[in-house]
T-cell receptor
Framework: LAKTTQPISMDSYEGQEVNITCSHN???????ITWYQQFPSQGPRFIIQ???TKVTNEVASLFIPADRKSSTLSLPRVSLSDTAVYYC????????????FGKGTTLSVSS | DTEVTQTPKHLVMGMTNKKSLKCEQH?????MYWYKQKAKKPPELMFV???????INESVPSRFSPECPNSSLLNLHLHALQPEDSALYLC??????????????FGSGTRLTVV
């Protein structure tokens, strides 16, 4: 499975746009990229998933360049409630595999 | 129903006790997972069930025993645990093991304390 590298932590203020970049140099051809959000003492929650180019939903956008070796999660106009750990995961689409979490990025939003 | 339900939410057990964690989903998902998460660490994969058969065991000690009675239910039987096994135990499910495009749905976890 492709290993992912993310910044350990990021700080932001309410109302700002936050971009978290994830590196996944060994991504396989059929791997999708998925981002999860986790609050303390809760299970991770699916945010967004993509394969290439740009994906947008009601909470975030995901930008994936043509070589797919990295991806960027964009959170528009963050609020205090977006303070959480964000995980970038790749792969686990083959039988006998499962998602392996990296260290994630702890996002702290201040007022 | 789009949820994974875990019970109990909290569990305190002695090192000689036997207890079980339960996980249930009614989304028709055919893969189910157990993860263990220590404080300020990412979730660590323990077991994977694919079509009700154990497909991955990440070298978990035998004091943890998983069971998948049917496609909707996943149990984790605990026996003779150690204090270092105290953690948040997360259950997850996904649509179709081996499908490239799938997402995991996680439960809220069971906070286990071994005394």
């Amino acid at each position: 499975l492709a290993k992912t590298t993310q910044p350990i932590s990021m700080d932001s203020y309410e109302g700002q746009e936050v971009n978290i970049t994830c590196s996944h140099n060994n991504i396989a051809t059929n791997d999708y990229i998925t981002w999860y959000q986790q609050f303390p003492s809760q299970g991770p929650r699916f945010i967004i998933q993509g394969y290439k180019t740009k994906v947008t939903n009601e909470v975030a956008s995901l930008f994936i360049p043509a070589d797919r070796k990295s991806s960027t999660l964009s959170l528009p106009r963050v609020s205090l409630s977006d303070t959480a750990v964000y995980y970038c995961l790749v792969g686990a689409g083959q039988a006998g595999t499962a998602l392996i979490f990296g260290k994630g990025t702890t996002l702290s939003v201040s007022s | 129903d789009t949820e994974v339900t875990q019970t109990p939410k909290h569990l305190v057990m002695g090192m000689t006790n036997k207890k079980s964690l339960k996980c249930e989903q009614h989304m028709g998902h055919r893969a189910m997972y157990w993860y263990k998460q220590k404080a300020k660490k990412p979730p660590e994969l323990m077991f994977v069930y694919s079509y009700e058969k154990l497909s991955i065991n990440e070298s978990v000690p035998s004091r943890f025993s998983p069971e998948c009675p049917n496609s909707s239910l996943l149990n984790l039987h605990l026996h003779a645990l150690q204090p270092e096994d105290s953690a948040l135990y997360l259950c997850a499910s996904s649509q179709d093991p081996g499908q490239a495009r799938q997402s995991y749905t996680f439960g809220s976890g069971t906070r286990l304390t071994v005394v």
